[in-house]
């Protein structure tokens, strides 16, 4: 199985950047796509961005794009987002996944969460 632990969240104002890092232990962490949710006060838990294992492909979410990156290490058993441009309505506690069936970033489950980081943006 799969460990994932989630690091580099703190406060930042509006404009700031922040980079995320999700640190994997355990077996096989390079077949897994790796995918960053969020959940923000009062709300669901949303998908953000993903990366398939080979780090070919990457998805992110329409509200992200331009602003976000998300990229691995599978050396260093790592995964990242790069946060820049930030706003308040990213505040959210972030989530690190990992997939290890088909490339489905969206829709597929998930089958390791980490435990979450927050990050709160301010005006």
């Known amino acids: 199985q799969v460990q994932l632990v989630e690091s580099g969240g703190g406060l930042v104002q509006t404009g700031g950047s922040l980079r995320l890092s999700c640190a994997a232990s355990?077996?096989?962490?390079?077949?897994?796509?790796m995918g960053w949710f969020r959940q923000a006060p009062g709300k669901e838990r949303t998908f953000v961005a993903a990366?398939?294992?080979?780090?070919?492909?990457?998805t992110y979410v329409d509200s992200v794009k331009g602003r976000f990156t998300i990229s691995r290490d599978n050396a260093k058993k790592t995964v990242y987002l790069q946060m820049n441009s930030l706003k308040p309505e990213d505040t959210a506690v972030y989530y690190c996944?990992?997939?290890?069936?088909?490339?489905?970033?969206?829709?597929?489950?998930?089958?390791?969460w980490g435990q979450g980081t927050q990050v709160t943006v301010s005006s």
């Open positions: 996944a990992a997939q290890g069936g088909t490339y489905d970033p969206v829709r597929g489950a998930y089958d390791y």
């Open positions: 990366i398939s294992w080979s780090g070919g492909s990457v």
């Open positions: 355990g077996r096989t962490f390079s077949s897994y796509s």
